[in-house]
């Protein structure tokens, strides 16, 4: 069974990484790199919050704490996304913020059942 701790661990370097990816000018070489990947940058951004919505939910002891973290996923993608006005070559989009919310939505309802699974193991 992954231990609470590596759950939080995970959960602090998915924001770290989120941050990061949505701080960095876009003429980086690893907005390069991103930006050749085979799918689109909503579902980047998507899984992304999904990711970082759903490690709390599942990792944390007290329920209200996890869903409360999970959820404020989608108040610090819509501050990264006002921050990218001041990053080189990056916009504001607010089709960013709905795709990042969708992601939160997401990863904390489907976080529901797999943390009713590491109850029960």
């Known amino acids: 069974m992954m231990s609470r701790r590596l759950l939080y661990l995970l959960w602090l370097l998915g924001i770290l990484l989120v941050v990061i990816g949505s701080l960095l000018p876009a003429s980086s070489p690893v907005m390069r790199v991103v930006g050749m990947l085979p799918v689109g940058e909503k579902v980047l951004h998507f899984c992304a919050y ?21 959820l404020s996923m989608w108040v610090l993608g819509i501050l990264l996304e006002g921050a990218q006005h001041f990053s080189p070559g990056r916009s504001v989009e607010f089709g960013d913020v709905i795709v990042n919310g969708a992601g939160v939505s997401c990863g904390v309802l489907l976080a529901f059942p797999i943390r009713t699974l590491f109850a029960l193991i």
Not at 55 to 60: A, E, H, N, T
């Open 50 to 70: 999904l990711a970082i919505s759903s490690l709390p939910v599942i990792g944390f002891r007290d329920r209200r704490t996890g869903i409360l973290a999970g």
